[in-house]
């Protein structure tokens, strides 16, 4: 499956567990939705990435990519220390610049 090089880049720091290089991987000005909460912008996002490493530790296996224009859904199996773990996830991504702008989180 091909990959645009940012989303390799959001899977490889999640992999590693570097939030500071996951938050990269993202606009200043991005928004990222996840579990019914909203972060505004790469400090909001690397907080809420480097909680989320920390307390589940998950890992994604891409399953499928599909991209249309600047938006594209990566369905991944999600496992980690987390309540149900695995679960299959659709990372809903709109980039820009090889960067992402908006990702929500969906199941």
């Given at each position: 499956m091909e990959l645009p090089q940012v989303i390799e880049r959001f899977i490889e720091t999640?992999?590693?567990l570097d939030s500071k290089a996951f938050a990269e991987c993202f606009?200043?000005?991005?928004?990222?939705?996840?579990?019914?909460?909203?972060h505004n912008g790469k400090d909001e996002i690397q907080q809420w990435?480097?909680?989320s490493m920390q307390a589940y530790k998950s890992a994604l296996e891409p399953l499928n990519y599909e991209q249309s224009g600047?938006?594209?859904?990566?369905?991944?199996?999600v496992s980690g220390t987390f309540p149900g773990s695995p679960l299959v996830l659709k990372f809903h991504f709109d980039i820009n610049n090889g960067q992402i702008q908006h990702l929500k989180v969906t199941d």
């Open positions: 999640q992999h590693i606009t200043e000005s991005a928004i990222v939705h996840d579990e019914g909460k909203t990435i480097e909680h600047s938006k594209g859904i990566l369905t991944a199996n």
